[in-house]
Each structure stands twice: as C-alpha cells, then as structure tokens.
Antibody, heavy 124, light 108 residues
Framework: EVQLVESGGGLVQPGGSLRLSCAASGFTFSNYDMHWVRQSTGKGLEWVSTIGIAGDTYYPGSVKGRFTISRENAKNSLYLQMNSLRAGDTAMYYC??????????????????WGKGTTVTVSS | DIQMTQSPSSLSASVGDRVTITCRASQSISSYLNWYQHKPGTAPKLLIYAASSLQSGVPSRFSGSGSGTDFTLTISSLQPEDFAAYYCQQSYSTPMSTFGQGTKLEIK
C-alpha cells in the first residue's frame, strides 16, 4: 500500500524551530518529486515547498528563507526544517507525492498521494 | 502569482442532487487544473486532474470540465459520503502551486 506518514509536529514558541518528517512506503520514493502542503484552521490549502528528484527546491514567498525541504532517499524520508516560526505558520502540515500525466504533448502535474498530516502550533 | 477563486464558498444540497462548483483562474492556465476532496481529519483526496481526467478509483458521478480560466466540478447525484470540502488547484506554474479557497458542501 502506498503510504505517507508525517511526524514531528507540536507546540513551539514564536521564533522557534521544528523539523517535520515524512516516512514513505509502498513506492519507489527516489522516483518522485515531493511537496509539503499546509492547512490552517478554517482556511484552505497552501503549498509550502517542493523538492525534485534531483534535490532542486522551491518555496513560496511566505516561507522562503525560513523553511528548508530535504530528502533522504536511502531512508525513504522527506523533511521540512522550519525556523523563525510565526503564529501564521500554525497549521496541519501534509506530506504529498507529486505525480504527472503526459497527454496532448504536455505534462500535467498533480498531487496524488497525501499523508494524514501533523499539527504545528506556534504560540507563546 | 496565479489566483484561484472558487464559488460558491459553501453550498447546501440534498442526497441525489446534481451539484456544480466553479473555479476561476486569474490568467489562462490551459487545462492545468486539479480537484481535491477533503473531509475533516483525513488526507485530501485527488478527484480530477488535467481539468477532466478522473483519478483511478474515483466514482464516475464526479466529472470536471473547462479550459483557460473557467472550470467546473460536477457531482451528478450526491451521495452521503460526498459531503466534504472541495478545492481546485492550478499546476500551470508547477512546481509552484495555488489552491482555491475551497467550497464546503453541506447536507441540506
């Protein structure tokens, strides 16, 4: 069974740090780009970061310079190092697999496997 | 950045109803549009990719259409398990991505 299991969430003070982990199983982890996506209470989904199979990384402006995504293929694991945390970072964080479909001469990317999430609370 | 706007934000419907949710992009995104279903306490689930392709295992009552800036998700006959939140997502600027604000589908 294809599965993603997040861990490492918790309560942290503003300005603090936290490292999230995601354990992948049931597929060849090294063959897939991976995302982190978050959802704050009562709000929608927000893309947080992406790492490619070659280790290339991408971030939105809201977390760039504070968050670092990484992967360890030998351990089938994805990570998110979060520094300088703010109240606005409080959310459920999901580990997500990036998949694609090739059709009509183009690649179409989508998020096909999601973990159940880990909760991060930033509060004093 | 590409902005995604869904309407309505919430919707009340009954089992057996036909429901349509709309998603509009701030610029043309061709068919780079995906739809997800999210129930509280569970992992979001991919329903539709590339605007109209049904993900394996998703019931055929779900369908997607549209291209350019305007897209729709249709549920042909609502079932009790369909009451959830629905999100569109553009992958035109992949890997950077944006979601719509969501549509909460509730039982009437």
């Amino acid at each position: 069974e294809v599965q993603l299991v997040e861990s490492g969430g918790g309560l942290v003070q503003p300005g603090g740090s936290l490292r999230l982990s995601c354990a992948a199983s049931g597929f060849t982890f090294s063959n897939y780009d991976m995302h982190w996506v978050r959802q704050s209470t009562g709000k929608g989904l927000e893309w947080v970061s992406t790492i490619g199979i070659a280790g290339d990384t991408y971030y939105p402006g809201s977390v760039k310079g504070r968050f670092t995504i990484s992967r360890e293929n030998a351990k089938n694991s994805l990570y998110l190092q979060m520094n300088s945390l703010r109240a606005g970072d409080t959310a459920m964080y999901y580990c997500v697999r990036r998949a694609h479909y090739y059709g009509s001469g183009s690649y179409y990317y989508y998020m096909d496997v999601w973990g159940k999430g880990t909760t991060v609370t930033v509060s004093s | 950045d590409i902005q995604m706007t869904q309407s309505p934000s919430s919707l009340s419907a009954s089992v057996g109803d036909r429901v349509t949710i709309t998603c509009r992009a701030s610029q043309s995104i061709s068919s780079y549009l995906n739809w997800y279903q999210h129930k509280p306490g569970t992992a979001p689930k991919l329903l539709i990719y590339a605007a109209s392709s049904l993900q394996s295992g998703v019931p055929s009552r779900f369908s997607g259409s549209g291209s350019g800036t305007d897209f729709t998700l249709t549920i042909s006959s609502l079932q009790p398990e369909d009451f959830a939140a629905y999100y569109c997502q553009q992958s035109y600027s992949t890997p950077m991505s944006t979601f719509g604000q969501g549509t909460k589908l509730e039982i009437k």
